[in-house]
């Protein structure tokens, strides 16, 4: 029976590189498993074979493994740094605009709209990403340059940046996301015009990044707001965990329950298969395997860190 940590925040008693590396052998026993995001014609051309997981330590360390070095499309894995960013441009006035419960449905339904007037049920929803990418367009002069140097620094990698070509594939394969978009307009939840929000929103789904870069650029959560490398506050206390606690409650899709039931972390995942994960007071992590289970979730993404809080005993629970 697994014994919690007696001090969640002492790591000296793990050996992380060991538990890495078996989480890793195990995960690769699995490959084959899931099926890749083929409604996003770039996506559905990433091998499933692929595996890698990166810890972010407080004290700036990182542990990895696999392939944990190789670059994929983050997708909505970016909803967490954009709330981020929302949050510090308009404070609580953002929750007027979008709502804070599970939504229960796919990550990309229209039904909750209708009932609920257009106000999207959460933030990491495709609606309430959308919002949240209104409002990023409407409170900085250059949207996009904000959230690149964002992502950039909270990542220490100057050098991560779009995806010209995923961009251009989600854009010409959106339906969903237009009629999303539209119908938020038609209940005036839209500030800008709809193609220039849907423009701004495929921008942040198709950043580049690597586990390292990821498990480094969500590792403020962890501490209260702070960058462990540099010590800056990037974001208020309160604000992180008002983030953290969205990530446990709606960041895997309407997986949300199972996955707090199985992880005990919160979370946020993308449909490139990422999932970033963070142990309050202790450390972000990042897990990357492009086969998705039938919520749009990395399967062996959630198995390794199913894996993980058994093997260390590190989860909020």
Known sequence: ????????RDLSRLDLDDILGTIDQEARQRFGQGKVADYIPSLAEVPRDRFGMALALLDGGVREVGDSRERFSIQ??????TLTLALQAVGDELWQRVDREPSGDPFNSLIQLELEKGIPRNPFMNAGAIVVADVLLSSYEDAESTLLEFVRARSGNPEVGKDEALASSERESGYRNVALANFIRSYDNLRNAPQDV???YYLQCSLRMDCVDLARSAQYLADAGRCGGSG???TSAEDATRINAMMMTAGTYDAAGDFAFYVGLPAKSGVGGAIVAVVPHVMALCVWSPGLDEKGNSLLGRYALHRFTRMTGLSVF
């Open 232 to 234: 800056e506050q990037v």
């Open 76 to 81: 909505s894995v970016s909803k967490v740094h």
């Open 198 to 200: 849907l423009d701004f």
């Open 1 to 8: 029976m697994r014994k919690p940590p007696h001090n969640p």
